[in-house]
Nanobody
Framework: QVQLVESGGGLVQAGGSLRLSCAAS????????MGWYRQAPGKQRELVAH???????NYADSVKGRFTISRDNGKNTVFLQMNSLKPEDTAVYYC????????????????WGQGTQVTVSS
């Protein structure tokens, strides 16, 4: 079994910063890619940032230049540094791990974190 545990969400004023962390734990042999998604009320869940095991990154246009995704493969952990936050960044942020191989059963699955609320006030 694999679980993703997120931390770092909260309330911040516009222009401020937050750092989200997500640690995958369990019988993990390997993880392909990890990423962060967000969902505001009444809207579709959208990709915020994505990083491969080798360190290649992608960002949504709305966060380029403000957010930075990074990854510690040894700790199966992904981070999202969010700077210059705007009210429109307010959403529930979800961690995702893609292509997770469980060494106990040999199965490959994708996993989601429980979500963490980020609220940016004007």
């Amino acid at each position: 079994q694999v679980q993703l545990v997120e931390s770092g969400g909260g309330l911040v004023q516009a222009g401020g910063s937050l750092r989200l962390s997500c640690a995958a734990s369990g019988s993990i042999f390997s993880i392909n890619a990890m990423g962060w998604y967000r969902q505001a009320p009444g809207k579709q869940r959208e990709l915020v940032a994505h990083i491969t095991r080798g360190g290649s990154t992608n960002y949504a246009d709305s966060v380029k230049g403000r957010f930075t995704i990074s990854r510690d493969n040894g700790k199966n952990t992904v981070f999202l540094q969010m700077n210059s936050l705007k009210p429109e960044d307010t959403a529930v942020y979800y961690c995702n791990a893609n292509g997770v191989v469980d060494y106990r059963n040999g199965k490959t699955n994708d996993y989601w974190g429980q979500g963490t609320q980020v609220t940016v006030s004007s």
